[in-house]
């Protein structure tokens, strides 16, 4: 019988939006989506530390797509899943995260996603309000697991697995009814609202943290990175900035595992850069996220460049005429940045000379033009080269962040009494800057 793919294979389809949230140990997006043919409220769960395409996560089902993430409710014996009333927010609070409204019948329900720092789960609580009273509620789980990664598919009253290259796993904490790939458990009932809380994991046991204690990491974690939009601002423009500075600060977390690795660009091209990294490292300091930043850094002045100074794109060292030197720059600029920010001078001297390796690199004769003082490659910021008729010359970002990392560079060897170093690059970035802006 002959497949074809399920539409939620696509990750441009129209009318789709992507809400991505995570905690360093677990990747995971919200799929809100009222394309037809597509899954209204799909979730899309990966690991973080092997980048993947949308197809390649953990829960997408070649035939299902996303389908069997979407839960059911079954009240009274009658199922309900979200439809075309679905509405999906981030939402504010203590805790930031995703939330979902849909309809069952004549009650909205209430879902709500989030992640706590450094542990592989992702948390879904579901709520709602009946309208009349019921005789049972119960919301049913799938586990469809991806049959590109997982061959063995398990089951209890408290869970189901599914086993191969990785674990994933899909618990509650309330007893229900197994049934093949599927788990049937009733919502408590508190007051008026009945509920009911589903983790999923990577690895193969339960979470071995309480969801109190989940709530209170990732509480802690967000206070102390100074999140924004903890409730309604008064003013509507300062509302909406807060409301899009912690959407950011999430998704800046969301993308980068604890190793510090990322996809540049999320299921899309599976590489590492150097520069794109080095961007990354800035704005997480800038959103307080200093742990974060630092493994960033670590990553990059450990993996992405190597002792002679030349940094990684696109997940390899290309080096010479195909160097794209700005990232030597943008790796620079982001090491001053995370000393100013927090003080870690411990962190600057542990790696100063891979630091005055990246800033040396940019000074070799076969990349600094003699009378000017510029960059030369033959290397654009469009990341064409010679293969296809780009001659040696300047180009703009080179020299921008020639510029930048130079000056930073140079703050740094000044910080820690490395004047030869200081003066060296001070003289070479006013250079590079004179002949760029006046030549």
């Known amino acids: 019988m002959p497949q074809s793919i399920h539409p939620d294979f696509e990750t441009t389809l129209p009318d789709t939006d992507y809400f991505f949230l995570g905690s360093g140990s677990i990747q995971a ?50 199922r309900y899943q979200p439809n075309e009333t679905t509405q999906v927010v981030w939402f504010p609070g203590q805790i930031p995260g995703v939330t979902a409204l849909w309809q069952a019948g004549d009650s909205y329900v209430i879902e709500q996603f989030w992640t706590a720092i450094d542990q592989p789960v992702l948390v879904r609580e579901i709520s709602f309000q009946p309208e009349l009273p019921l005789e049972s509620a119960e919301v049913e789980i799938a586990l469809y697991g991806n049959p590109a990664l997982f061959s063995e598919f398990l089951g209890s009253s408290y869970g189901l697995s599914a086993r191969g290259y990785d674990t994933v796993l899909v618990s509650s904490h309330a007893e229900g009814t197994f049934h093949e790939r599927t788990l049937t458990v009733p919502l408590y ?53 807060e409301r899009l500075f912690t959407a950011s600060a999430m998704g800046l977390r969301a993308a980068v595992a604890d190793s510090g690795r990322f996809d540049a660009s999320l299921w899309q091209y599976g590489y590492e850069w150097s520069g794109d990294a080095s961007n990354v490292a800035e704005a997480l300091v800038h959103s307080g996220q200093f742990e974060v930043a630092r493994s960033v850094l670590e990553n990059i002045l450990t993996r992405m460049t190597i002792p002679e100074g030349m940094a990684m794109e696109s997940s390899r060292f290309r080096g010479g005429q195909d160097a794209e030197l700005n990232n030597n720059g943008e790796i620079l600029k982001a090491c001053r940045t995370y000393l100013d920010w927090t003080g870690d001078r411990d962190f600057i001297e542990e790696h100063y000379d891979r630091i005055a390796a990246i800033a040396n690199y940019l000074l070799r004769p076969e990349f600094l033009h003699e009378d000017t003082g510029m960059l030369m490659a033959s290397r654009d910021i469009w990341e064409r080269n010679a293969e296809v008729g780009i001659l040696p010359g300047f180009d703009i970002a080179h020299q921008t962040f020639g510029i930048l990392g130079l000056r930073d560079a140079a703050y740094i060897a000044k910080a820690f009494s490395r004047m030869e170093d200081a003066e060296r690059w001070t003289d070479a970035g006013k250079k590079m800057r004179q002949s760029f802006l006046d030549h």
Do not use: C, N
């Open 29 to 78: 997006a919200i799929q809100w989506s009222r394309h037809p043919g597509a899954t209204p409220l799909g979730l899309v769960i990966s690991d973080p530390d092997h980048f993947a395409r949308k197809w390649s996560s953990h829960l997408f089902h070649p035939e299902y797509g996303l389908g069997k993430t979407m839960l059911t409710l079954i009240l009274d014996g009658k």
């Open 189 to 241: 009932r508190d007051g008026s609202t009945y509920r009911m809380a589903i983790m999923y994991s990577l690895g193969p046991d339960m979470p071995s943290v309480p969801l109190s204690q989940l709530k209170e990491m990732e509480e802690a974690y967000w206070m102390t990175a100074g999140l924004r939009w903890t409730e309604q601002h008064p003013s509507p423009l300062l509302h909406e900035v």
